[in-house]
């Protein structure tokens, strides 16, 4: 767990607030933003300054007609959702990680079914495998996207064993798409060789991703069923856990209906051993007011991050990459990938001393992810060793997060660059 994606309390341990800076109560009680000092990595009240008054409504309304779960504004959401991410179906549901679980659920990969996944990307993207009674398979991901890496999955479904592999799970990580039009492909490939009529399933982990796009296709629509999660750090947040999955399929998508709520298709009647995972509708009227604006939130990020690009080659520290040698590499986007920046991730060497040296001139900055999923203390059942994963071990070793909101100001990324020019002399 971990600050700006999930925020660590005390001891590191457990989500503790979603406020950086100031709580959203004393923004309530006082319209007036405290006074700034140092840069923080994501600062929710500068947003809340921004909605606020539109939040507040949104609420009341929820209030008014007393209906809290899976009411108007959820069905609301989900249709609107729907459309934003080009498929027919938007199903909410209480969390990223349940709709994770629902996704791989609803496509009934279960129990024997192996799963070929990234060891670089957040823990749930392996434990709803794992939740879901499968098999996950692990591949290394391409140093320039921390996405996974095709050739990779390539070999990971080659080792599957008796039966193959009955999905692939892809993660778009930092708001950066996969390379879908190579796992479509290996899809295809991989499938052709199977019994008649089936195929392999393909499951996006979009939770970082909410407006991004492959080849003009948003994220949300470029797999079989994606998975989103709203916690209130993502670039769409809301007040609390709330996650959803996309899917063109009928099938899937009743599916999704029926696991979410119990497995129960009529009222107290069980089908299958579903999960209580349904969108509040305080939630789901949180996410529709803020929708609104997420269209202008990423293209603030865009602009944010390609202000980076330019503040560190000017400061004579950027370097192409992959790896770095004496300065940083900044980000890379895909020709064919709309990046939305729910991270801005350079790579440095002495990434460690550089964070601290940051936190010593107040400027925030977050690893995503310093310990790879396969050398997880809780998936060391995998059977995985460290070196099993070259890329994403030294990728866990050199990532730093900067910080990365609609509301940082330019001078503020001047702040965060000279400190980071400063550190590398
Ligand atoms: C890539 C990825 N997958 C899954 C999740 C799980 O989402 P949630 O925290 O809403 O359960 C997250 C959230 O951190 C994530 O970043």
């Not at 993207?125 to 996950?136: D, K, N, Q, T, Y």
């Not at 052709?192 to 991703?209: H, R």
């Not at 750090?233 to 609390?240: I, V």
């Not at 965060?416 to 020019?421: L, S």
């Amino acid at each position: 767990m971990e600050a700006a994606e999930h925020l660590p309390g005390p001891s590191g341990s457990e989500p503790e607030s979603t406020a950086t800076r100031s709580s959203p109560a004393s923004a309530q009680s006082d319209r007036t933003p405290p006074p700034r000092s140092g840069v923080p990595i994501l600062d929710l009240a500068r947003e809340y300054e921004e909605v606020g008054e539109l939040l507040a409504t949104a609420t009341r309304e929820v209030f008014s007609r007393q209906n809290f779960i899976l009411g108007a504004q959820t069905v609301e959401f989900e249709r609107v959702a729907a459309l934003r991410c080009g498929v027919s179906h938007a199903v909410g549901c209480a969390s990223g990680t349940d709709a994770l679980w629902l996704a791989l659920t609803a496509c009934r990969i279960g129990a024997g079914d192996a799963v070929v996944t990234t060891p670089f990307s957040f823990f749930a993207s392996v434990s709803s495998i794992l939740r879901a009674g499968a098999r996950p398979i692990l591949a290394d991901i391409e140093p320039e996207t921390f996405n996974l890496d095709p050739e990779a999955v390539r070999r990971g479904l080659n080792s599957a064993g008796k039966g193959g592999a009955r999905a692939i799970l892809a993660v778009d990580l930092y708001g950066q798409t996969a390379d879908w039009d190579r796992l479509h492909a290996i899809r295809q490939e991989y499938s052709a060789g199977g019994p008649a009529g089936s195929s392999m399933v393909l499951i996006e982990d979009a939770a970082q991703a909410f407006g991004a796009r492959w080849d003009g296709r948003p994220a949300g629509s470029l797999a079989d069923v994606s998975a989103f999660s709203f916690y209130p750090t993502k670039n769409l947040g809301a007040a609390g856990d709330a996650g959803m999955v996309t899917t063109s399929s009928e099938e899937v998508a009743e599916r999704l209906r029926m696991l979410r709520t119990h497995g129960m298709r009529k009222r107290y009647y069980h089908d299958e051993l579903g999960a209580c995972s349904r969108m509040d509708t305080l939630q789901a009227a949180v996410l529709l007011a803020k929708l609104r604006f997420l269209d202008e939130w990423n293209r603030r990020r865009r602009v944010l991050a390609s202000n980076y690009g330019s503040l560190l080659e000017r400061a004579g520290i950027a370097e192409r990459g992959p790896y770095p040698e004496r300065g940083v590499v900044p980000p890379k986007v895909h020709p064919k990938a709309e990046h939305i920046f729910h991270q801005y991730v350079i790579r440095v060497r002495r990434r460690d001393e550089l964070k601290e040296f940051l936190k010593s001139q107040e400027v925030s900055s977050e690893i995503y992810y310093p310990l790879p999923l396969h050398l997880q203390q809780a998936l060391s059942g995998l059977g995985y060793g460290r070196g099993a994963f070259p890329e994403s071990e030294r990728a866990a070793r050199e990532v730093l997060a900067l910080p990365m909101f609609p509301q940082l100001t330019p001078a503020e990324q001047e702040t965060v660059v000279a400190a980071v020019q400063r550190f590398l002399g």
